[in-house]
Every structure is written in structure tokens, then in C-alpha cells.
Nanobody, 122 residues
Framework: VQLQASGGGLVQAGDSLRLSCAAS????????MGWFRQAPGKEREFVAG????????SYADSVKGRFTISRENAENIVYLQMNTLKPEDTAVYYC????????????????WGQGTQVTVSS
């Protein structure tokens, strides 16, 4: 599966953004999807994940209550709605795919999108 992330940008603290990740291929509904982010000088970290059928989601503690992951399997797309953004959310955001179940470890994902920059000013 090939992934294309979009929707990043420059916003102010407290604003919202919605990231999208469009997937190619007819087996999208078999893949769990994850969003990760990487800030300069830091390791890539798990942000949110959603099971292949959309029935289970998982969030990093730092984004719980502010971010929402969702997917539309008929459209081969996954979203990350980000509300009440903070400067510490500034990073390149990546979508990733692996079969069926969510994992929080980046190395366990098999397919990656190219990343989209999110910058939150204070």
C-alpha cells in the first residue's frame, strides 16, 4: 500500500488542523493505520492508531482528548483531527500502515507516507 499524507501547515496555539492520509490499493481495510510525528532532534513517536476495521483507537497521552483518528475504508483514507494545538505539537507528521492491529512502535509498521509539516506558533 502507498500512502500520501497532507494537511499540515502553520497555525497558532489553540487552532485546529486536520491531516489526511490517502492510501492506494484495494486492501486498505486490512491495515491498521498509525500517525507518528518527529520533531527536530527527537525520535519518531506514536501519536494515534486505528485498527483495520476502525473499531479500536489508541492515543499517546500527550494528545489524548485533543486529537481524534478516524478512517473511511470505502475511500481509502485516514484522518487525524488535531484540536487545541500546542507549540510542542510542532513536528513532521507521518502516516503508517501495518496489517490489522495497532502497534505503538514505529519499526512495526511496514508502509510509510512522506510526512507533512505541522508548525504551531505560540
Amino acid at each position: 500500500v502507498q500512502l500520501q499524507a497532507s494537511g499540515g501547515g502553520l497555525v497558532q496555539a489553540g487552532d485546529s488542523l486536520r491531516l489526511s492520509c490517502a492510501a492506494s490499493g484495494r486492501t486498505f481495510s486490512s491495515y491498521a493505520m498509525g500517525w507518528f510525528r518527529q520533531a527536530p532532534g527527537k525520535e519518531r513517536e506514536f501519536v494515534a492508531g486505528i485498527r483495520s476495521d476502525g473499531g479500536v483507537t489508541s492515543y499517546a497521552d500527550s494528545v489524548k482528548g485533543r486529537f481524534t483518528i478516524s478512517r473511511e475504508n470505502a475511500e481509502n483514507i485516514v484522518y487525524l483531527q488535531m484540536n487545541t494545538l500546542k507549540p510542542e505539537d510542532t513536528a513532521v507528521y507521518y502516516c503508517a500502515a501495518r496489517l490489522y492491529y495497532i502497534q505503538v512502535v514505529a519499526a512495526r509498521y511496514d508502509h510509510w507516507g512522506q510526512g507533512t509539516q505541522v508548525t504551531v506558533s505560540s
